[in-house]
């Protein structure tokens, strides 16, 4: 079991939909700058628990689009398990919480260039 905590986690390259009530496909996207879960997933739960509240628990990954797999991080005095999952596409990720609080997002890969990732993050 690997447990990674950090420090200040980066500001996270994310787009949301403006209502989190309605069930759409996709709840927005999120780009991150690397390949390395610790320091781009504290970004992402620092960035949707700002912007929608509530308490991440888990997140969900495929494991062949990232460098290392941790089962949990620490981000701000909290636990967050993370799960790998083969079965999910490497351009999607899942987080969940309490009382039903799910958001998946569409994940542009680190490396791709910035005006085809801004293009996809405004996509509907």
């Given at each position: 079991m690997t447990w990674v905590c950090t420090r200040e986690p980066p500001t996270a390259r994310l787009r949301l939909t403006d209502s989190p009530s309605s069930r759409a496909i996709l709840d927005g996207g999120w780009w991150p700058t690397s390949r390395d879960p610790v320091?781009?997933?504290?970004?992402?739960?620092?960035?949707?628990?700002?912007?929608?509240?509530?308490?991440?628990?888990?997140?969900?990954?495929?494991p062949a689009a990232w460098d290392r797999h941790p089962c949990r991080i620490g981000v701000g005095g909290t636990t967050v398990r993370v799960g790998w999952f083969t079965t999910l596409g490497a351009a999607l990720v899942i987080v969940t919480g309490p009382r039903d609080l799910r958001i998946d997002l569409a994940v542009i890969p680190?490396?791709?260039?910035?005006?085809?990732?801004?293009?996809?993050?405004?996509?509907?």
């Amino acid at each position: 079991m690997t447990w990674v905590c950090t420090r200040e986690p980066p500001t996270a390259r994310l787009r949301l939909t403006d209502s989190p009530s309605s069930r759409a496909i996709l709840d927005g996207g999120w780009w991150p700058t690397s390949r390395d879960p610790v320091v781009e997933l504290s970004g992402l739960v620092t960035a949707l628990t700002a912007q929608r509240g509530g308490v991440i628990e888990r997140i969900m990954l495929q494991p062949a689009a990232w460098d290392r797999h941790p089962c949990r991080i620490g981000v701000g005095g909290t636990t967050v398990r993370v799960g790998w999952f083969t079965t999910l596409g490497a351009a999607l990720v899942i987080v969940t919480g309490p009382r039903d609080l799910r958001i998946d997002l569409a994940v542009i890969p680190p490396k791709t260039a910035y005006a085809v990732a801004t293009a996809a993050m405004l996509a509907p």
